[in-house]
């Protein structure tokens, strides 16, 4: 298993700035994924954290809006750029340790653009 | 492209009855079925996984879900629930043939236990 910490937890942001979410796992996992999950609705990928690499984004994001970084095999961030009120969600990171073992969810980082 | 159908929003029952929330999953090729549970505001949990093997698996706290095959199901089943389950429950689905790990999700079974 793995035990993953959000920083922050919530937040409350003004339209057009940016804010940067940390994730960090308590053990190297080889998969890190962010996803959005919108108030009342289920979860939806934004990209796979690649480490080393360019993230990988999911039809509808775009680096521009939500660059990532993976460092290394322990930690991640997401940034949420160029805010709008549309962007208010829960922005959750995940962790996969191996071939079907699923992921292991964040606490999550609430969001609310005004 | 993989799609998971969560058919009931809303699932309302009433304490020490029998529930099964049920879920469908679209695809042509082998994957890995998860549900996840998230209690009011808390994070997602892993609640039981099928990988291989038996097609019926099951949780600790007495949740079971059975994989069937030739009708992509993969509901779950709990036979007496208590206030503690109420919560939002996930299918997910990940590939097995592609490795790729990245879940897709149903939109969510809400249990709401009643006394």
């Known amino acids: 298993s793995a035990v993953i910490s959000q920083k922050p937890s919530r937040d409350i942001c003004q339209r057009g700035t940016s804010l940067t979410i940390q994730c960090q796992v308590d053990s190297q996992v080889t998969?890190?994924?962010?996803?959005?999950?919108?108030?009342?609705?289920?979860?939806t990928l934004i990209a796979t954290a690649n480490q080393g690499s360019e993230a990988t984004y999911e039809s509808g994001f775009v680096i521009d809006?939500?660059?990532?970084?993976?460092?290394?095999?322990?930690?991640?961030?997401?940034?949420?750029?160029?805010?709008?009120?549309?962007?208010?969600?829960i922005y959750l990171c995940s962790a996969g340790v191996g071939p079907g073992s699923g992921q292991y969810f964040g606490p999550g980082t609430r969001l609310t653009v005004t | 492209a993989q799609s998971v159908t969560q058919l009931d929003s809303q699932v309302p029952v009433f304490e020490e009855a029998p529930v099964e929330l049920r879920c469908n999953y679209s695809s042509s090729v082998s994957v890995y079925l998860f549900w996840y549970v998230q209690y009011p505001n808390q994070g997602l949990q892993l609640l039981l996984k099928y990988l291989s093997g038996s097609t019926l698996?099951?949780?600790i706290n007495g949740f079971e879900a059975e994989f069937n095959k030739s009708q992509?199901?993969?509901?779950?089943?709990?036979?007496?629930?208590?206030?503690?389950?109420?919560?939002?429950?996930?299918?997910?689905?990940?590939?097995?043939?592609?490795?790729?790990?990245?879940?897709?999700?149903?939109?969510?079974?809400?249990?709401?236990?009643?006394?």
């Open chain 1, 31 to 43: 998969m890190m994924f962010w996803y959005r999950q919108q108030p009342g609705q289920s979860l």
């Open chain 1, 65 to 89: 809006k939500f660059p990532i970084s993976r460092p290394n095999l322990t930690f991640s961030t997401l940034t949420v750029s160029n805010m709008s009120p549309e962007d208010s969600s």
């Open chain 2, 57 to 59: 698996v099951e949780s």
């Open chain 2, 72 to 115: 992509t199901s993969f509901h779950l089943r709990k036979p007496s629930v208590h206030i503690s389950d109420t919560a939002e429950y996930f299918c997910a689905v990940s590939d097995r043939r592609t490795g790729r790990r990245a879940l897709t999700f149903g939109s969510g079974t809400r249990l709401q236990v009643q006394p």
